[in-house]
């Protein structure tokens, strides 16, 4: 019987993942309400009580500009307890599957990132989520890290597809930056990604890789599309104007990636096909939205 553990479960990707699991077997949903993930013994208590076959771990800390100013709470989060989970998980002798982030990288790339591409992140997100890899690759043999980039969902709060739709339902006028690139990827996309690739870990097939949708924009891109795709929908808006603006224009506590494109061959070769176009994906979102 497969026990799966699902840590995180009620983040925008753990609340996809919760559904995408289910086929597979036991699906023990756990958030940081059940559990402190900076306690390594509350960790360690809920594994051996729930006795999972495969762990999988969406838990973060994700507010990127706020972890500038709580470095404390980000290292603990997001570099420690993933290694306090893969070290139960190898004591128990099962696989972990680990949410990562194209953030580990400084965006200076002009060719999509492979797995094996330099380390080099900008800020304190993307630091506490690289040692979290290095703490998971340490400590567990039968291991998945599986970074992604410009994650959006249904589930989400403070998403950008939401966030655009909220201003653009008052207000007339928007300013988007439009030089830096990358992939939007659906939470339930990278969800059902996940569930096809969690039969396949074995020690043969441990380490990382990366899941985004395919396709490449930028956030000015990502906002005309989804305004253009939410009107054909009859999502109330006022938007007129979407104007392009620098990064430079818009400075930010912490410095972003300004090229975000992962390398999917990897990934898409166990998966047996590339993912879904992230303009699709996004019109099958805002529809899912809409008649929530």
């Known amino acids: 019987m497969t026990r799966i553990l699902l840590a995180g479960a009620n983040g925008q990707v753990g609340a996809e993942l919760r559904q995408a699991l289910a086929p597979l077997g036991d699906v023990v949903a756990i958030d940081r309400t059940t559990w402190d993930l900076a306690e390594p013994n509350a960790v360690r208590q809920v594994m051996n009580e729930v006795q999972p076959t495969l762990v999988v771990n969406a838990a973060a800390y994700t507010a990127v500009d706020k972890a500038e100013s709580e470095p404390e709470l980000a290292t603990q989060v997001n570099g420690k307890a993933p290694g306090v989970l893969a070290e139960a998980a190898e004591s128990m002798g099962i696989g972990l599957i680990h949410i990562s982030t194209d953030y580990v990288f400084d965006g200076k790339n002009s060719s999509p990132y492979l797995e094996t591409a330099t380390t080099n992140p900008l800020g304190v997100y993307g630091e506490t989520k690289l040692a979290g890899e290095e703490a998971v690759r340490t400590a567990c043999q039968r291991h998945m890290i599986i970074r992604t980039a410009w994650v959006y969902g249904v589930q989400g709060k403070g998403n950008f597809v939401k966030t655009m739709l909220r201003l653009g339902a008052q207000r007339e006028e928007l300013r988007v930056v ?57 999502f109330p808006l006022q938007i007129q104007r979407v104007i392009p603006i620098s990064t430079e224009e818009y400075p930010t506590p912490a410095h972003r990636p300004p090229f975000s494109v992962l390398s999917l061959r990897k990934t898409s070769a166990l998966l047996g096909g590339s993912p879904p176009h992230w303009r699709q994906s996004l019109r099958k979102m805002l529809a899912e939205l809409k008649s929530a």
């Open 178 to 234: 439009t030089d830096q690139i990358g992939s939007p990827t659906w939470t339930k996309d990278l969800a059902d990604a996940i569930a096809q690739l969690a039969p396949q870990l074995t020690l043969e097939t441990a380490g990382t890789y990366h899941y985004t949708n395919s396709g490449v924009c930028s956030w000015y891109d990502f906002a005309i599309a989804i305004f253009e795709e939410a009107k054909e929908l009859g």
